[in-house]
């Protein structure tokens, strides 16, 4: 076959590319390509059954929203214990806090009061 480029070139590149010869592989090669493969089938694997995977989503969302909800009660506590030491203050303490925890820890009430024991 002659090219029509270059009309003193006796070569077939097509033939070339097609040849038998090229698509044979050595076991080397074949072997080089599986591991490929495999490695390939594993990051697809992880990423789609791995801990960020897309089946961990739904579990991470609602895992986030069960973090949310216990910090929103954990706040809440805390500007309660805020609001506890604020009147607490010793500069201005609250008298009825203060008579509530004398009268629980340490047992004491005023001498006009009536203590009822319930056991």
């Not at 961990?56 to 500007?79: F, P, T, Y």
Request: glycine share 6%; aromatic share 4%; hydrophobic share 45%.
């Amino acid at each position: 076959m002659e090219n029509r480029l270059n009309p003193g070139l006796k070569y077939d590149s097509f033939k070339c590319v097609t040849n038998s010869e090229t698509l044979l592989r050595s076991p080397r090669e074949k072997l080089m390509q599986a591991a490929a493969l495999m490695v390939l089938l594993l990051l697809g694997g992880l990423a789609f059954m791995g801990p960020s995977g897309v089946l961990a989503w739904g579990e991470n969302l609602k895992l986030l929203d069960q973090r949310q909800a216990q910090i929103g009660h954990l706040k809440a506590e805390r500007d309660e214990l805020k609001n506890r030491v604020a009147l607490l203050d010793p500069k201005h303490a609250d008298p009825d806090l203060v008579g509530e925890l004398l009268r629980s820890n340490l047992n004491v009430a005023h001498p006009d009061e009536v203590v009822i024991k319930l056991n």
